[in-house]
């Protein structure tokens, strides 16, 4: 209610005013010597008839236009919190975005290290595994030469051994008896069923 007061008397203010503006005006034009006068009571008439058109405007509309300018200036202010709120979420997706950013060379070295260094564990592993089958293949081949060098010696011997019995058997032919022949047999039977 005192709002509506304060309203009444500064708008019955900004008429007068606007009144002896107009009488200022009129006088300075033909003065008071050329006769002509500002009409008061018209003046005063259209003020108040001003006063009721906005007192009855306000008083059928003035709720609803409270309403309404309480309505606007909640939804200013809630527009300019959620205006502030996301300033600071778009401050903070930039801070982020130039932390990443700043942070992007040291993730990049980081993924090379990470790389060379499974390189080099994958490298070892290789030539460990290389080196394990080299000493296979090696040792393989090692026994393969023994088992072959036996072998060889062993069929050596056999055929230094038949050579020598057919050589040692004309020999002894050309120059032992039968009998002797015979004694001869038995002895190296003997031998080879004792060793």
């Not at 005013?17 to 009409?39: C, K, N, Q």
Request: no cysteine; aromatic share 6%.
């Amino acid at each position: 209610m005192k709002r509506i007061i304060r309203i009444t008397v500064t708008a019955l203010a900004v008429l007068a005013f606007a009144g002896v503006a107009i009488a200022a005006e009129e006088t300075g034009h033909g003065g008071a010597a050329g006769g002509h006068h500002y009409d008061w009571t018209n003046f005063i008439l259209r003020v108040v008839n001003f006063v009721i058109v906005a007192g009855i405007i306000w008083y059928f509309a003035g709720g609803k236009i409270k309403d309404f300018l309480k309505t606007r200036r909640y939804n200013i202010e809630n527009e300019l919190s959620e205006l502030d709120k996301r300033k600071e979420d778009a401050a903070k997706r930039l801070s982020d975005v130039e932390k990443s950013i700043a942070n992007m060379e040291e993730e990049r070295k980081k993924i090379l290290d990470d790389y060379r260094a499974q390189g080099e564990a994958l490298k070892a592993s290789i030539i460990e595994h290389a080196e394990k089958s080299a000493e296979q293949i090696k040792d393989m081949a090692k026994a393969t030469a023994e088992t072959e060098s036996r072998m060889a010696v062993e069929s050596i011997r056999e055929q230094l051994g038949e050579m020598v019995a057919e050589a040692t058997q004309k020999v002894l032919e050309e120059r032992l008896t039968k009998e002797e022949h015979q004694k001869l047999i038995d002895k190296y039977l003997t031998k080879v069923v004792l060793n």
